[in-house]
C-alpha cells in the first residue's frame, strides 16, 4: 500500500468498527447525563496530548468512546440554545460526502454534488412557501446573514471596488448577534445598526421602525437594509414580516428575514410566516430546525444577480469554461466560499430517507412539546411564564425573591444535576429560564422533566418560597 492509504478491506474494518461504536453511543444516548461529567483540566488531559510520530494504526480508534464520555449528548432532553438533534440518516450522508470528497466550487469540480445542492436548495425554498428563491448551503445561520449583507450592501451602497459607504441597517433590539457581528465585519460599523423597540410579545414595532427610517431619510442617510426575524433566539417571536416587507419597499432598502432558527417551521406552520416570500433573501439553519448534523446553514434569495453581484469575482485559474447553463454554474460566483463542502448530500439523503412530512410531523411536535411545557408552567404557583410560545422556545423563572440570581442558581444546579439541559436568556423581566424545542428525539415525559427538574433544583439551592417539590 501507498503511505496513508488504506486497502478497501482496512477501511471497511474501521468503518465498521466507527458504526458499531457510533450504534452503541446511540443504543445508550438517552441515559447519558445531559452534560458529562467533566472539567476543563480532565479534558485537557485527555485530549491535549503531542502528536504520535508514529501511526497508531486502527488503536487510534480507541480513544473516540472517550470522546463520547466527555460530549454533550444530542439526546431527547436537550433543550438548550437552538440546536438540532442529529438525525441520524444525515450523520450517514456525511461520511460518504466525506468519501466521495468533492468540492462544490462548480459543476465541473463536482457534477452530482452542484445538481444535489441545487435540487435540495430548491426543495427547502419550496417547503417554506419560497418557490423559485436560489441560494446555497453554508456553514451556518451566521455565515447567511453575513452573505445576505454583503448583498445588501453591494445593491444598496455598493463597496466591493471602492471600499464601505456609510449606510443604515434596522432590526429589532431581539437581533441575533450574527447581525452586528456582520456589519463590523462589512466595514459598515455596529453604529449602522438601528436596534428598534419591541412590543410585548418582542416583535418589532412597526411605528417605531418607521420613524427611524424617516429620520434616517430626513438627515440624508443612506438606507441599506431592513432585517426582520423569523424567530428570535431569546423568545421565538416572529417579526410582523409583510409589514417590514413593505417599509422595504417605501424606503428602497433591502428586506433581509434572518430565519436561521425559525423559518423552517413554516414547513409545519405556514399560517405564522407571512410575507416571508417578500423578502430578498432568507437564512436558514438546517442544522437547527431540519435535525441536521451540524454544519448545515442555507441562504436563500429572490434574485442570483445580486448575488453575483456581491460574490463574483473569478481569479483566471478558476474561470468558469462552459457556457452551457448547468456545466457553467459555479457557487463561488454567488457566495462566499471557494472550496465548500458536500453539505447537501446529508440533507438530500435525509429527506428522502423519511420524506419531508416526517420532517413536517416533528417539528408539529416540537411546536406541540412548547405548548406542553406552556401549560406545565401554568399549572404550577411556584413558576413564572415571562415569554415565548409562539414558535418553540419557551422562558420562565421560578418566583422568588432575588429572582436574578435565585434562577442562575437554579439553572446551575438544574445543568449539574444532569436529567435535562436548559440555557437562559435575559428578558425585560430580568434572568430567564430558557427551553427550546428543536429535537427529533423528546417525548411528551422528557418535556414534562422540565418543570420537575427545575423545581427539583430550586428545593436544593434553597429558593425562597420552594421548599417542597412534589412528584
Ligand atoms: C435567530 C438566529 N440567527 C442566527 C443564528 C446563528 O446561527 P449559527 O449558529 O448557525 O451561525 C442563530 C443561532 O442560534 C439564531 O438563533
Known amino acids: 500500500m501507498k503511505p496513508l492509504q488504506l486497502s478497501p478491506e482496512d477501511f471497511r474494518r474501521l468503518a465498521e468498527r466507527a458504526v458499531e461504536e457510533t450504534t452503541r453511543y446511540l443504543t445508550g444516548l438517552e441515559q447519558r447525563p445531559t452534560f458529562p461529567k467533566t472539567s476543563g483540566a480532565e479534558t485537557s488531559t485527555l485530549f491535549g496530548g503531542a ?27 436537550f433543550f438548550g440554545y437552538v440546536f438540532g438533534s442529529g438525525e441520524s440518516v444525515a450523520a450517514v450522508g456525511d461520511l460518504i ?16 454534488a452542484v445538481t444535489v445542492e441545487h435540487t435540495v436548495v430548491g426543495w ?27 448583498m445588501a450592501r453591494e445593491a444598496k451602497a455598493p463597496a466591493n471596488q471602492r471600499g464601505a ?3 443604515v441597517v434596522y432590526a429589532s433590539e431581539q437581533v441575533h448577534m450574527s447581525i452586528p457581528k456582520a456589519l463590523a465585519l462589512l466595514g459598515l460599523g455596529h453604529d449602522a445598526l438601528r436596534f428598534i423597540p419591541t412590543d410585548r410579545g418582542y416583535r418589532v414595532r412597526v411605528d417605531e421602525l418607521r420613524s427611524a427610517l424617516r429620520a434616517d431619510r430626513e438627515a440624508g442617510k443612506r438606507i441599506i437594509a431592513i432585517v426582520g426575524s423569523a424567530g428570535t433566539v431569546n423568545t421565538g417571536a416572529i417579526d410582523p414580516l409583510e409589514e417590514l416587507a413593505a417599509l422595504a419597499g417605501e424606503y428602497g432598502g433591502w428586506f433581509h428575514v434572518d ?9 409545519a406552520a405556514p399560517e405564522k410566516f407571512r410575507g416571508l416570500a417578500l423578502a430578498d433573501s432568507i437564512s436558514l439553519d438546517p442544522h437547527k430546525w431540519l435535525y441536521q448534523p451540524v454544519d448545515c446553514g442555507c441562504l436563500l434569495y429572490h434574485d442570483p444577480a445580486a448575488a453575483r453581484a456581491a460574490f463574483s469575482h473569478s481569479g483566471d ?17 454567488e457566495s462566499m466560499e471557494l472550496s465548500r463542502r458536500f453539505r447537501a448530500l446529508k440533507l438530500w439523503l435525509s429527506l428522502r430517507y423519511h420524506g419531508l412530512g416526517a420532517f413536517r410531523d416533528a417539528i408539529a411536535r416540537d411546536l406541540a412539546h412548547a405548548q406542553r411545557l406552556v401549560r406545565n408552567i401554568q399549572a404550577r404557583p411556584e413558576l413564572e ?5 409562539e414558535l418553540s422556545a419557551v422562558c420562565f423563572r421560578c418566583k422568588t425573591s432575588d429572582a436574578d440570581k435565585a434562577n442562575a442558581a437554579i439553572l446551575k444546579r438544574v445543568l449539574a444535576r444532569g436529567k435535562v439541559y436548559i440555557s437562559n436568556a435575559t428578558l425585560r423581566e430580568g434572568f430567564a429560564l430558557r427551553a427550546c424545542f428543536v429535537n427529533h428525539r423528546t417525548t411528551e415525559a422528557d418535556v414534562d422533566t422540565i418543570v420537575e427538574e427545575v423545581l427539583a433544583a430550586a428545593a436544593e439551592v434553597g429558593a425562597a418560597g420552594i421548599a417542597h417539590v412534589s412528584r
Open 97 to 112: 460526502a466525506s468519501i466521495v470528497n468533492q468540492n462544490v466550487t462548480a459543476w465541473r469540480s463536482g457534477p452530482a
Open 259 to 267: 430565519g436561521a432558527y425559525g423559518a423552517l417551521a413554516a414547513i
Open 51 to 77: 502528536c504520535p510520530e508514529k501511526g497508531l494504526g486502527p488503536a487510534a480508534l480507541e480513544e473516540v468512546g472517550k470522546i463520547f464520555d466527555h460530549a454533550r449528548p444530542c439526546n431527547g432532553r
Open 317 to 333: 485559474y478558476a474561470r468558469v469554461l462552459s457556457q452551457d447553463p448547468v456545466e457553467g454554474f459555479a457557487f463561488f460566483e
Open 385 to 389: 411564564l415571562l415569554g415565548g410560545g
Open 124 to 150: 427547502l425554498a419550496d417547503a417554506i412557501g419560497c418557490k423559485g428563491f436560489g441560494g446555497s448551503l453554508c456553514g451556518g445561520g451566521s455565515s447567511a446573514n453575513l452573505m445576505a449583507l454583503a
Open 165 to 167: 459607504q456609510a449606510g
